[in-house]
């Protein structure tokens, strides 16, 4: 069965370096997610791409953060300037398209920031 | 918000009795999402019921929806105890995000 998948499934950077998240969608999937869960907290919206570009986004996600599908497959998250904040497990998610479809998580990158 | 808020917040209960999580929003939607999360690990869709349904069944798990309460359950017939995990309805807007609440957290003992 079709998955979304993401890497690395855990990160550890010094604060104000710049990471890279990467996921890989499931192939068919029109509509891009990220989602990010500080530990003991909500799940939460970052951002929506679709058509190569950003379709919705969050207070969350700032001039810090950018997102981008570089190629037909990778769908990647940057942080610019990683702070302590920005520890939490980040989520992608996809979906075919239309209104009704379900999206699909992949089982998410643990970022650390030190 | 569209916001999904889950009730209870915990849940105890002994493997093979019956589970049901509830859940309400704010606003209108084209759908509602639920979904389980294991300890630390990423969220597993259950089930999708749309906005113009009233109950859908999967398995063990049955779903209802009514708007004009805008509310769903989440009903787990005959839990077992890898059933225990977080639970959470995710309705979707017009823009299409999905907005979590804090969740159930499910423990089946055996």
């Known amino acids: 069965e079709p998955e979304v998948t993401q890497t690395p499934s855990h990160q550890v950077t010094q604060m104000g370096q710049e990471v890279i998240l990467r996921c890989v969608p499931i192939?068919?999937?029109?509509?891009f997610y990220w989602y990010r869960q500080i530990l003991g907290q909500k799940v939460e919206f970052l951002v929506s791409f679709y058509n190569n570009e950003i379709s919705e986004k969050s207070e969350i996600f700032d001039d810090q953060f950018s997102v981008e599908r570089p190629d037909g497959s990778n769908f990647t998250l940057k942080i610019r300037s990683t702070k302590l904040e920005d520890s939490a497990m980040y989520f992608c998610?996809?979906?075919?398209?239309?209104?009704?479809?379900?999206?699909?998580f992949g089982p998410g990158t643990r970022l650390t920031v030190l | 918000s569209q916001q999904g808020e889950e009730d209870p917040q915990a849940l105890s209960i002994q493997e093979g009795e019956n589970a049901t999580m509830n859940c309400s929003y704010k606003t209108s939607i084209n759908n509602l999402q639920w979904y389980r999360q294991n300890s630390g690990r990423g969220l597993v869709h259950l089930i999708l019921?749309?906005?113009?349904?009233r109950e859908k069944h999967s398995g063990r798990l049955r779903v209802t929806l009514d708007t004009s309460k805008k509310s769903s359950s989440l009903l787990i017939t005959a839990s077992r105890a890898a059933d225990t995990a977080s639970y959470f309805c995710?309705?979707?807007?017009?823009?299409?995000?999905?907005?979590f609440g804090k969740g159930t957290k499910l423990s089946v003992k055996p």
């Open positions: 192939s068919n999937h029109l509509y």
């Open positions: 995710a309705p979707r807007g017009s823009q299409g995000n999905l907005i």
């Open positions: 998610a996809s979906r075919v398209g239309g209104l009704y479809n379900e999206q699909f």
């Open positions: 019921i749309r906005s113009n349904e």
